[in-house]
């Protein structure tokens, strides 16, 4: 599949919004709410496109906050 397709980016975008203001909610949370099937999907898609994994990405906001 196109990693950089529209929908996926806007997939992705969602996600990163959900990781950010919704600390509650897992990474398997957050991939089911975004469209995904599976987790893995979502990971590998997410890293991808920024160059980390989703809970490194959350890792990193938090400390920076």
């Known amino acids: 599949s196109d990693v ?8 992705l975008e ?4 959900i990781l950010l203001e919704d600390e509650e ?3 398997l949370d ?3 709410r975004c469209g995904f ?3 893995n999907t ?3 898609a997410f ?3 920024y ?12 400390s920076s906050s």
Do not use: Y
């Not at 969602?14 to 919004?17: A, E, M, T």
């Open 25 to 27: 909610a897992t990474i």
């Open 51 to 62: 160059h980390l994994s989703p809970t490194e990405f959350r890792r990193k906001k938090q």
């Open 37 to 39: 099937e599976n987790v």
């Open 42 to 44: 979502f990971s590998t």
């Open 30 to 32: 957050v991939s089911l």
């Open 4 to 11: 950089c397709s529209s929908d996926l980016l806007i997939q």
């Open 14 to 17: 969602q996600s990163r919004k």
């Open 47 to 49: 890293k991808r496109v």
